[in-house]
């Protein structure tokens, strides 16, 4: 199976601050099959960005992803109070699909 | 608004059986291909099991082979996780997830808890 690897563990910014969310992947991840979901404390996850890089409908543009191969990136520009949240990758390219294990974003 | 509404988790020895259900509205659940994911509390997330559009087609994690069985029934708008030979592993939340690779929308999960 591909383990995607999420850095750093947590991340202590300031509103207004751009956040770079790393995942890593054992191998190549297929056609960038990546996603990246948000997820609030007693919530589901927020789906943000498919395919590495196509924002979902509704996600505002401060959200961009990036990366092919092994390495890929979650930005946000301008951090507002919503964000802080937990970030994690998915893959799906190949069975089973397989999630990071997270980055928290926390208010610094 | 589309939503997804799981039911049926709750507390059961090691070795029971729990039937979730999953209660999809406001769009069309034959379009889409339906999965299971589940997450620890606090933990990270790991995908159980996908069904496609009319059923034919499963597939689900190594881990729950042979003792999870994910269903449908499209008339009914329901989508079902069957989850035999309990473990104390499987303790987590269940979430039902629009998709089969990618999942764009998620209800709010069911607690399972698998303790004696």
């Known amino acids: 199976e591909i383990v995607l690897t999420q850095s750093p563990g947590t991340l202590s910014l300031s509103p207004g601050e751009r956040a770079t969310l790393s995942c890593r992947a054992s191998r190549n991840v297929d056609n960038n099959r990546i996603t990246w979901y948000q997820q609030k404390p007693g919530q589901a996850p927020r789906f943000l960005i498919h395919?590495?890089?196509i924002r979902a409908a509704g996600i505002p543009d401060r959200f961009s992803g990036s990366g092919s191969g092994t390495d890929f990136t979650l930005i946000i520009r301008r951090l507002e109070p919503e964000d802080f949240a937990v970030y994690f990758c998915?893959?799906?390219?190949?069975?089973?699909?397989?999630f990071g294990h997270g980055t928290r974003l926390e208010i610094k | 608004d589309e939503q997804l509404v799981e039911s049926g988790g709750g507390l059961v020895q090691p070795g029971g059986s729990l039937r979730l259900s999953c209660a999809a509205s406001r769009f069309v659940l034959s379009d889409y291909w339906m999965s299971w994911v589940r997450q620890v509390p606090g933990k990270g997330l790991e995908w159980v099991a996908h069904v496609n559009q009319d059923g034919s087609e499963t597939r689900c994690v190594d881990s729950v082979k042979g003792r999870f069985t994910i269903s449908r029934d499209n008339a009914k708008k329901s989508l079902f996780l069957q989850m035999n030979n309990l473990r104390v592993e499987d303790t987590a939340i269940y979430y039902c997830a629009r998709g089969g690779y990618r999942f764009d929308l998620w209800g709010q999960g069911t607690l399972v808890t698998v303790s004696s």
């Open positions: 395919d590495a890089y």
């Open positions: 998915q893959q799906y390219a190949t069975l089973p699909i397989t």
